[in-house]
């Protein structure tokens, strides 16, 4: 058995215990925890109730994270004339129409969020098997797919997130880094979820919010009280 070294160990009897704290705890203790050399991000994973092979139990949705992520967001943007013109102002760092979709075709993907123009959809679908695996694909109901390319530009830009029920129903995402003061983190946090809960879908049966758990990105996980996450 790998020896674990002095960092590891210290992070795992730090948890060594403890379980369903609250949201304030929880975030004191990871962040305490986040001690490597780089800037840690601070990760929540949500275990739902959900069956995402059902269309009725899909979870999809967006929030914009009040205290913003702390990661610089890579935007492409496909779109065409003033809408191009549109997107470059408002800090997009690639943009296209057919010559973007080869960029991508040919493996060139160095970027975190994809939105589109209604009428660059025909171009984009082609991309749906490189796009979709990867959640990149742009979409109306997460506000990907828009004539109002400033705003969604700048939302991506400004610390928003996309969120959508995985295998197992598990939703995962970043709300933040290790740096945050704990103030932050803990309103990036209750947003996050309450994001989720209200994106509830209609076929959901049971309990809904099973289990969250935080954790930085190399650190130990540990699971925060439901009932206190969701609370307003």
Do not use: W
């Not at 109730?49 to 610089?72: C, S, W, Y």
């Not at 492409?76 to 960029?103: C, H, N, Q, T, Y």
């Not at 076929?203 to 609370?231: C, E, F, H, Q, R």
């Amino acid at each position: 058995m790998a020896k674990l070294g002095k960092r590891t160990r210290a992070a795992r009897e730090a948890f060594a215990g403890k379980e369903n704290l609250s949201v304030e705890e929880a975030v004191a203790l990871v962040k305490a925890n986040a001690t490597t050399k780089f800037d840690e991000t601070v990760e929540i994973a949500l275990n739902l109730g959900v069956d995402t092979r059902h269309a009725d139990q899909m979870v999809r949705g967006v929030v914009g994270l009040p205290n913003g992520t702390g990661k610089t967001m890579r935007v492409a943007v496909f779109a065409r004339g003033p809408k191009a013109d549109e997107a470059k102002e408002a800090g997009a760092d690639v943009i296209g129409a057919e010559d973007l979709m080869e960029s991508i075709q040919a493996g060139n993907l160095d970027f975190d969020r994809c939105i589109a123009t209604p009428d660059m959809m025909p171009i984009v679908g082609r991309l749906g098997k490189i796009l979709g695996p990867r959640n990149l694909m742009p979409n109306p109901k997460v506000g990907t797919v828009t004539m109002d390319v400033k705003a969604a530009v700048e939302a991506a830009k400004g610390g928003e997130v996309q969120f959508k029920a995985e295998k197992g129903g598990v939703v995962h995402a970043g709300v933040g880094k290790a740096s945050f003061d704990e103030a932050k983190l803990v309103e990036n946090v209750r947003a996050f979820v309450s994001a989720v809960a209200k994106a509830k879908p209609s076929g959901a049966k049971g309990a809904y919010m099973k289990k969250i758990n935080l954790s930085s990105t190399m650190g130990p996980g540990i699971t925060v009280d439901v009932d206190n996450a969701v609370a307003e």
